[in-house]
C-alpha cells in the first residue's frame, strides 16, 4: 500500500521547508496578466529562489504558466529601475540623475501644483495600462490628489478593452456575465448546483494563451474532459478550435453580423428558450424583426464563413443545455464593439442561459470592491466631472457608463487643446507607445509636448526614455501588498521580499498624495489604506491581515445561481434586473432615450474589401493585430533571455500560398505597410488563416537596442501600431478597428531598410500621411 504524504501541500500562508520559506500567495503584476494565480514562493536570504504553482489553490489548482515560472528572471534582471531618475538632458536622451524619493515626491507636487494653477487640474491626466494591480489606485491619485477628473487608460482607443462588453452588458442587464467553468465555488467541480457546460463558444479569443478578463483558459479544457462541445469564432486555428465541433473561421471585424445571423436562425427555427424569453426579457418583437434580413447565406458572404457551420453553430449552440460564451478582446476592437456585445449577449438570453449553472453566471466584484475606475471621484470640486475630457463623446459617457476619460478625446485635447489645454501626463503600469496606443507615432508626438510628465514602471521603457522627466521604480507582485478580486475569490498578495529602493504602488500614491491633499490621504501604510478598500470602500468584514493568513475568500453572492428570481440584482429587491423595464433587454431602453440604435447593428470596417474598395486595390490584404503567444503579456517580458530564447523575433502569420505570391518565404522579414505607415516583422506559415487574411504581433520593442533616440529600443520598426488607427470609434465612442484594417506586404531588403521606422519618427518627423481624424 503506497505511502501518502499529507504534509506536502499545506494550507498555511507561511511555513519552513527544509533551508527555505514557503509562501502562499497571489501573482498578480507586474510582470504577469489578468488572473492572479495562487503560487509558492520560495525564499531564501530575502530573495526568491523558486516558484511553483499553489496545488491547495482552487482558482489555478497548482497550474502555471510559463510566465509565473520564469518570474525569478525578472525579479533581479539587471537592467530593473532601482530608485528614482529624474531626467538630467533632453527628453529621449536617456539621461537621468539619482535622486531620493522625498526629492521625486516634492518635485512632482511642485510640477503639480504648478499646473494646477495655471491651468487648473483638469490639465493633469493620470493614467494606467491593463488595469491590473492598480486598477483602483491610480484614479484614486488622479481624483484625490490631483483633483482632476482625468483618468484614462494609456489612449486606449475607443477604450476598447472590455470596457465596450460591461458596458454593453450593464445597460442590457444591470451586471455583467461569465462562463461557469464552476471557478466562483471552493467546492470547484464538486458543487453539486454546478453543471458542466454542455457547449461552450469561445468567440474573439485564445484564453488558453491569454488569460484575458480573469478567465483561466484551462477550465474550458477542463469542462472538455467532462464533455462539453466547443465552437470557436476565431480567423486561425487555434488549439482549442482544432478541438471544437464547430471552426467559425470569421473576416476580421465582422463579428457582429455572425451574432445576428446566429439570433435569426435561432429565432425563425423557433430554438429559443421560449419560457424564459416570455418571462424575463423585454423588446423580442423588435430583435426578431431586425434580424429577420440577416440570413445564413448573406451573412456568410459577408464573414467568409460557409453558410452551412453558421447554421451548424447556431442549432448546437441553442439545442445544447447549458451553454455558455467566452468572449474576448476581438469583440471591443471593431466600430461595432458595443454592438456586437449587444448581441453576443442576446444568444445568451434567447437561450436562457443567463445566471444558470453551467451558463452565463452574473457576478460583481468580490465583496463589492467594485468601485474601480471611480475610486475616490468623491474629492473632485463640485463640477469637475463634467469636465472630464470625452464626456459629451455620448449619452453613455454623461450617464456614467465608462468611469473613465475617453482616450481618443484625452489625445485630442494634448493636441489641440481643446476644449482645454493637457499639461502633465501621469503614466503607471503603462508603456503606451509600444503597445496600447493605436497610432503610435500620433501618441509620441503629443506626449513629447506636455510640461511634465511622470512614469511609474520596474523597467525603462521607450514611453519613459521618450517623453518622462521624472521615472519612478515600483515594486513586483511579491514585494508588495494588495488584493486581488476580479470576481471571486478576493485574493491576498502578500509582501515577502524588497528589491533595492523600489516602492509599492500604494507606497509611490501614498507619498504623492500626502503631499497635494493630505486629507484625502490619511493612512499612514499601504496596509491602512488597502484596510480602507476592502471595509469601507468596499464590504468586507474582515480585515487584509486576515485575508493574508487565509490567502482567498469566495463571496458566496458569485456562486448564487438565477439572481433574477429571488431579488439579488436589483436595488429595490425585487425579483428581475437592474433595467428600466427590470427585463433582460434586446431592445436596450436607454439607447432608445439617448437617440442610439437600440437593437443589434453591423457596419463594415473603415477600411475592408468592401467598404474601402480602391485602397484595398493598393493593400490588399485583411491585417489582424494583437494576437497572444506564450512568452509575452503585452510589451512586458520582452528584455528576458528565456523569453526571447522561444519568441525572439515578431512574427506576421500569412497563408502559405499568398506568401509565394508574394515572393517570400517563412524565416524572411517583411514589410506590413498601409496608408499611415509601416514596420516589420518576420513570415511565419499559417495554413488556416484565410488567404487574404494576414495576422500580425503587438507591442514589439527591443530592450537590447540602444535606448536613447533616435534608436528608442527599436519601439517603432516592429510596431504594428503604426499601421492601426486612433479616434475611429463606435457612435457610443467605443470600439476602434485595432483587429480589423488592412495593409500589404513586401520583402526587406538593404536598399528598403535603409532607414527604419524609429528614425523615420523621431528625426524625421513621422510617415507623412494626412490623418482622418474622425468627429
Not at 452574473?362 to 463640485?382: F, K, Q, S, T, W
Not at 503603462?430 to 503610435?440: D, H, K, L, V, Y
Amino acid at each position: 500500500m503506497a505511502v501518502v504524504n499529507t504534509d506536502v501541500y499545506k494550507e498555511e500562508y507561511q511555513w519552513q521547508e527544509g533551508e527555505y520559506t514557503v509562501t502562499r500567495n497571489t501573482q498578480w503584476s507586474a510582470p504577469g496578466c489578468h488572473n492572479g494565480c495562487g503560487v509558492l514562493f520560495y525564499t531564501k536570504n530575502g530573495k526568491v529562489e523558486k516558484i511553483e504553482g499553489d496545488p491547495n489553490n482552487p482558482y489555478n489548482n497548482g497550474r502555471l504558466c510559463m510566465r509565473c515560472l520564469n518570474l525569478k528572471e525578472a525579479l533581479y534582471h539587471k537592467d530593473r529601475l532601482k530608485w528614482p531618475l529624474k531626467r538630467k538632458g533632453a527628453r529621449g536622451e536617456n539621461k537621468w540623475e539619482r535622486i531620493s524619493w522625498d526629492e521625486a515626491f516634492d518635485y512632482v507636487a511642485e510640477n503639480v501644483c504648478k499646473i494646477q494653477k495655471e491651468y487648473g487640474p483638469e490639465a493633469i491626466i493620470g493614467m494606467e495600462g491593463t488595469g491590473r494591480n492598480v486598477i483602483w489606485e491610480v484614479p484614486y491619485l488622479t481624483y484625490g490628489a490631483f483633483g482632476s477628473p482625468n483618468f484614462t487608460l494609456g489612449f486606449l482607443s475607443g477604450d476598447s478593452c472590455y470596457l465596450p462588453r460591461t458596458a454593453a452588458n450593464y445597460v442590457q442587464n444591470g451586471g455583467f456575465n461569465i462562463v461557469d467553468c464552476s471557478q466562483t465555488h471552493p467546492l470547484r467541480y464538486q458543487n453539486p448546483e454546478w453543471k458542466v457546460p454542455g457547449c461552450i463558444v469561445v468567440w474573439g479569443n485564445n484564453p488558453i494563451i491569454s488569460n484575458g478578463d480573469n478567465f483561466l483558459g484551462h477550465w474550458i479544457v477542463d469542462c472538455m474532459r467532462l464533455g462539453t462541445k466547443l465552437i470557436v469564432v476565431d480567423p486561425s486555428l487555434t488549439w482549442l478550435a482544432s478541438r471544437a465541433d464547430v471552426w467559425l473561421r470569421v473576416r476580421p471585424g465582422t463579428d457582429a453580423a455572425l451574432a445576428m445571423a446566429m439570433i435569426n436562425i435561432i429565432i425563425q427555427e423557433k430554438l429559443y428558450d421560449k419560457e424564459f424569453v416570455e418571462k424575463w426579457t423585454f423588446g423580442f418583437e423588435e430583435l426578431a424583426e431586425r434580424v429577420k434580413d440577416w440570413t445564413s447565406e448573406k451573412v456568410a458572404e459577408i464573414t467568409w464563413i460557409p453558410q452551412d457551420l453558421i447554421v451548424q453553430a447556431a442549432r448546437l449552440y441553442a439545442t445544447t443545455k447549458p451553454a455558455a460564451i467566452q468572449w474576448g478582446l476581438a469583440v471591443d476592437q471593431a466600430v461595432t464593439g458595443i454592438s456586437c456585445a449587444h448581441a453576443i449577449s442576446d444568444l445568451r438570453a434567447l437561450t436562457g442561459n443567463i445566471d444558470v449553472p453551467g451558463g452565463d453566471i452574473m457576478v460583481h466584484n468580490a465583496y463589492h470592491l467594485d468601485r474601480h475606475y471611480n475610486c475616490g471621484i468623491e474629492h473632485l470640486a463640485p463640477g469637475m466631472e463634467e469636465k472630464r475630457l470625452g464626456f459629451d463623446r455620448s449619452p453613455m459617457h454623461q450617464n456614467h457608463m465608462d468611469a473613465s476619460a475617453h482616450g481618443d478625446s484625452v489625445l485630442e485635447a494634448m493636441e489641440s487643446g481643446k476644449p482645454y489645454p493637457v499639461k502633465m501626463l501621469w503614466l503607471q503600469s503603462t508603456n503606451p507607445i509600444s503597445c496600447m496606443a493605436s497610432e503610435a507615432p500620433r501618441v509620441y508626438d503629443a506626449m513629447k509636448k506636455m510640461d511634465f510628465n511622470v512614469v511609474v514602471d520596474v523597467f525603462m521603457t521607450p514611453t519613459a526614455v521618450a517623453a518622462a522627466d521624472l521615472v519612478l521604480p515600483c515594486s513586483m507582485s511579491c514585494e508588495r501588498n494588495g488584493v486581488r478580486s476580479w470576481w471571486t475569490p478576493i485574493r491576498a498578495i502578500s509582501k515577502i521580499t524588497q528589491y533595492e529602493e523600489c516602492k509599492t504602488d500604494i507606497e509611490i500614491i501614498l507619498g504623492v498624495g500626502k503631499r497635494l491633499n493630505p486629507k484625502a490621504f490619511p493612512w499612514e501604510t499601504e496596509e491602512d489604506m488597502i484596510n480602507w478598500y476592502m471595509q469601507t470602500d468596499g464590504k468586507c468584514d474582515f480585515s487584509f491581515a486576515d485575508l493574508k493568513n487565509k490567502v482567498y475568500d469566495f463571496d458566496p453572492y458569485c456562486y448564487t445561481y438565477k439572481k433574477y428570481e429571488k431579488g439579488l440584482l436589483r436595488e429595490d429587491g425585487q425579483p428581475g434586473f437592474e433595467t428600466t423595464t427590470g427585463k433582460f433587454e434586446f431592445k436596450i431602453s436607454l439607447f432608445e432615450m439617448w437617440d442610439l440604435d437600440a437593437l443589434p447593428w453591423y457596419k463594415e470596417p473603415p477600411e475592408s474589401p468592401v467598404s474601402t474598395p480602391e485602397a484595398f486595390k493598393e493593400y490588399p490584404l485583411v491585417l489582424t493585430t494583437g494576437h497572444r503567444s506564450w512568452e509575452f503579456f503585452h510589451s512586458e517580458h520582452r528584455q528576458l533571455p528565456t523569453m526571447r530564447e522561444f519568441h525572439p523575433n515578431p512574427l506576421v502569420d500569412i497563408h502559405p500560398e499568398t506568401a509565394a505570391q508574394l515572393g517570400v518565404k517563412e524565416g524572411d522579414w517583411v514589410w506590413i505597410e498601409n496608408m499611415r505607415g509601416r514596420c516589420k516583422q518576420i513570415v511565419k506559415y499559417n495554413e488556416t488563416l484565410h488567404p487574404k487574411v494576414v495576422r500580425a504581433e503587438h507591442a514589439w520593442w527591443f530592450p537590447e537596442k540602444d535606448p536613447a533616440e533616435p534608436s528608442l529600443f527599436g519601439v517603432f520598426d516592429s510596431n504594428i501600431n503604426n499601421l492601426t488607427q486612433q479616434c475611429i470609434n463606435g457612435p457610443t465612442g467605443y470600439g476602434s478597428p485595432y483587429k480589423n484594417t488592412i495593409c500589404k506586404i513586401y520583402k526587406v531588403t538593404k536598399d528598403n531598410e535603409q532607414v527604419l521606422p524609429t528614425k523615420i519618427i523621431t528625426e524625421q518627423g513621422g510617415f507623412g500621411y494626412v490623418r482622418n481624424v474622425q468627429k
